[in-house]
């Protein structure tokens, strides 16, 4: 199977509808005929021998072969307006075919490996987990070349913190949104971390209800913080 364009599908159920029209337009309005008749696979005629079916063909009355020959016209314009209705886009109700699902993807940053496993299986399925890092310098170093559609990391890592890196990241333009995964549950935490350009906090004794949801979150534009912070006291 193939995608078509919107444009192709909707100029080939255009056409298929027209021909239709004009197929149904010439159909006689009266196809019925006293001198013959079809039953099973026998043509009575008007004679004292039944002909087989193939040789009915050529006493059968012209009114009657003119609509079988409209009928298998219209049939085929048919096939073709059905065809064209099921390779519509998803605007009209059908999705086109082979489209693959493009899973959106992550960069890590912790400095516990455990931790960078656990959360790679929490993301599993739902993203794609590009690459990890253990510190802030190389979180710098990775968005650059691995151009992420989001980030989820850690506040506390040698060489650089997670707030300081994501201010960075920040102020160079990055386009991926930045989710922090932290153990600290303090207000003063949530606050710096907004203010360096998170789109969300997450807590890691929360990381299996609240991960997904939030990355899903930041990368529609929306903030999100785990309970028991309210995002109208962030600012």
Partial sequence: ?????????????????????????????????TSASVSGERFAADTPDAVTWRG??????????RTLAIATELFQ???????????RPAQYGASPMNTATKLARV?????????????????????????SVANGIDLLTATAQLDPDAVVLDITMPGKDGIEAARQLTQSGCRAKLVFLTVHEDSDYVCAALRAGGSAYVIKARLASDLVRAVHEALEGHRFVSPPFALGEQS
Avoid: I, Y
Wanted: aromatic letters at 4%; proline letters at 6%; hydrophobic letters at 45%.
């Fill in 107 to 131: 960069l890590l940053a912790d400095d516990h490996p455990e931790m960078v496993t656990q959360t790679a299986n929490v993301l599993a399925g739902d993203f794609e987990v590009v690459g």
């Fill in 56 to 65: 009915a063909r050529s006493v059968w009355p012209p009114r009657l072969l």
């Fill in 1 to 33: 199977m193939f995608a078509q364009s919107p444009q192709a599908s909707d100029e080939s159920l255009a056409n298929g509808t027209r021909n239709l029209t004009r197929c149904l337009a010439r159909v006689p309005r009266h196809t019925a005929d």
């Fill in 77 to 87: 314009h048919l096939s073709k307006v059905t065809v064209a209705l099921a390779l």
